[in-house]
């Protein structure tokens, strides 16, 4: 187990920029979860924390040892890959123990190592097999086996549940979860997958375009996220924005239509404002009543569990995540309010949050 | 439709049929001249086989010409060459495949440029460099010479190979403290077996079957390859065919051989099941 320090880190491939100055610390058995879009830069952060690329500029501590110069091999980590990397010529068995053997660990230790991690993850009808001869889900096992097997400083996991279907990636998220619980290793997870980021992480790294937007705990980031990135990011169906001026102590959206500023935050005159809503926060009221806008229903997706209505209204495309089934009709208006304690106001100019 | 089908899967094995008779033919004509006894080669006219077969061309070939020495001398040359070669071009190979480094582009170019000139431009060259090392007449200098024309190729063919296998698997084994030799050597190297096999294979027959710098840089019987051994049949009034294919049909069986040892690494299909496919 260990903490990862990681200090004004920098990247460029060539002369193209990848990363700017990060930091990030990483505590002991702490499980981060580095999310963004493709390209922002996670993945690289996560290689040159396993040593695969180099830092151009920066420091990375592993327990305060200085490892920028450190050999993959020497830094004591385990890496999950998106593509598994199992070695194709080399049974379960083999690829679990390879680790242990290029560190000339004793026969009987490693039968013992690999049998309790085959018995974790339940491989071991499938210890004698080549990758070839296994399922998608299988080999991801297989990768995770190799993983543990040897009780590193840290885990690494590079997007490892991209390529397995809806049902299965659900089902290894939990079981990725249940053995960082009993494991309680150090874990670096990087993901363009929201989802997979809230239910895993105890935090996020939001990042975007080679920088840090926001690092805090799930629940954080969905309640307060700190600019229109981790806004527009974070949360599923998607945060509905709004664009506006403050106008004469409200605020006056492009169609006209006002919305009172929430309580606690000051406008000055003028100033360009993003409102973002979260579809969950959308109320759909029984009839008209004060502050509530009246719009026509444009499309409806039921999702099973909720229902996604859209709706015209303060000339965007406004999303309503409901409950209630059967209280939108398409071409029907539809009386909507706006919980002003769950608006969030971001400033147009700096996109940062206000408030 | 399934009839149609069946007249398309008929004509299309008869097409093949053909193809493959066209291409073993000669081969049967080499066999077939071999065994014909001298005194029948003019005067039976074409048949598919001869009245009578002898093996007294085989007979003569082994015991009577410097042939037991061409052979010898052509299997250490190419062997040599194709081992040299293939240990140069995978190093090379994997250093095009997973390498950004300074001058590759110059590098590549280069090697480019050595596969553009006729071979025949470069003897002369050739034969001033190595005559006064004393590599001229030396199996030596033979294989230096092929080990550098076929390097090139060879790397090329082998950065290909390299090239498709996942480096993944590289940095995987790098993480499980491997270095990076060592992942080369244990994991990288047994999945290219079929392109080192498909390597090999390639070098091995264009050394043993190369004529114009063996011709040119060796005069003595000693360091006589295979290939130049076959012109001594050709004196300037007659050509003794049955000696020459009888040596012909002896100088197919190490290739064979080769082949036969390496083809099932020619296989495809090691690497499945490495990543997501």
């Known amino acids: 187990m260990a903490s990862i320090t990681i200090e004004a880190i920098t990247k460029t491939f060539g002369a193209v920029p990848v990363l700017h100055d990060i930091d990030l610390s990483i505590g002991d058995g702490e499980f981060v979860v580095l999310v963004g879009p493709s390209g922002c830069g996670k993945s690289t952060l996560l290689r040159m924390i396993a040593g695969l690329e180099d830092i151009t500029a920066g420091e990375i501590r592993i327990d305060d040892r200085r490892i920028n110069e450190v050999a993959p091999k020497d830094r004591d980590i385990a890496m999950v890959f998106q593509s598994y990397a199992l070695y194709p010529h080399m049974t379960v068995a083999d690829n679990m123990s390879y680790s242990l053997k290029l560190r000339k660990t004793a026969r009987e230790k490693i039968a013992e190592a690999v049998g309790a991690a085959a018995g974790k993850l339940g491989l071991d009808p499938l210890l004698a097999r080549r990758p070839k001869a296994l399922s998608g889900g299988q080999r991801q096992r297989v990768a995770m086996g190799r993983a543990i097997v040897r009780h590193p400083k840290a885990f690494l996991f590079d997007e490892p549940l991209s390529n397995l279907d809806a049902r299965l990636r659900e089902q290894m998220r939990a079981e990725i979860k249940r053995l960082h619980k009993s494991i309680g290793a150090t874990s670096v997870y990087v993901t363009h997958d929201q989802i997979e980021a809230m239910t895993l992480a105890d935090r996020i790294v939001a990042m975007h375009g080679g920088i840090i937007q926001q690092v805090g705990n799930p629940l954080d980031l969905y309640d307060r996220p700190a600019n229109l990135f981790v806004a527009g990011f974070i949360g599923s169906p998607a945060m509905n924005f709004v664009e506006g001026h403050c106008r004469a102590g409200v605020i006056e959206t492009t169609d006209g239509s006002k919305v009172a500023i929430p309580e606690g935050i000051h406008l000055t005159e003028g100033q360009a404002v993003t409102i973002g809503i979260r579809p969950e926060h959308v109320r759909i009221v029984a009839g008209s009543e004060a502050g509530s806008y009246t719009a026509r229903v444009d499309l409806v997706e039921p999702t099973g569990f909720g229902t996604i209505v859209h709706v015209r209204l303060l000339g965007q495309d406004l999303k309503i995540y409901t409950l209630e089934r059967g209280v939108a009709v398409v071409g029907q208006p539809l009386h909507i309010a706006l919980d002003s304690t769950r608006l969030h106001l971001f400033d147009r100019e700096t996109t940062n949050r206000i408030g | ?204 027959t264009a050394a043993w079957s190369e004529l114009l710098f063996a011709l040119m840089l060796i005069s003595g019987e000693k360091a006589t390859t295979f290939p130049v051994g076959l012109l001594s049949f050709v004196s300037k009034f007659s050509v003794d065919f049955g000696q020459m294919m009888a040596a012909g049909v002896l100088a197919l069986i190490p290739a064979c051989l080769f082949f036969l040892l390496i083809q099932r690494y020619l296989v495809q299909g090691l690497t499945a099941g490495a990543v997501k496919g």
């Open chain 2, 1 to 204: 439709m399934t009839r149609k089908r069946l007249v398309l899967t008929v004509l299309h094995r008869l097409a093949v049929l053909a193809y493959v008779a066209f291409a073993l033919f000669p081969l049967f004509w080499l066999l077939k001249v071999s065994v014909t006894p001298t005194s029948l080669l003019y005067t039976e006219g074409i048949r598919l086989w001869p009245s009578r077969a002898s093996l007294e061309h085989y007979e003569f070939v082994l015991t009577h010409s410097s042939f037991p020495t061409f052979f010898l001398n052509s299997t250490i040359v190419s062997a040599s060459t194709a081992v040299i070669v293939t240990i140069v071009s995978s190093l090379a190979g994997y250093a095009m495949s997973r390498f950004v480094f300074r001058g590759k582009y110059w590098i590549v170019a280069l090697l480019l440029l050595t596969q553009m000139f006729p071979l025949v431009m470069l003897i002369a060259p050739m034969f001033k460099m190595l005559s006064p090392l004393g590599l001229t007449n030396s199996l030596t200098g033979l294989v230096i010479v092929y080990v550098a024309f076929n390097v090139p190729f060879a790397t090329f063919l082998m950065q290909s190979f390299f090239d498709g296998i996942p480096k993944d698997l590289e940095d995987a084994a790098m993480i499980d403290g491997a270095t990076r030799f060592t992942a080369f050597r244990q994991i990288i190297l047994p999945l290219t077996l079929p392109g080192i096999a498909a390597t090999l294979g390639f070098v091995f």
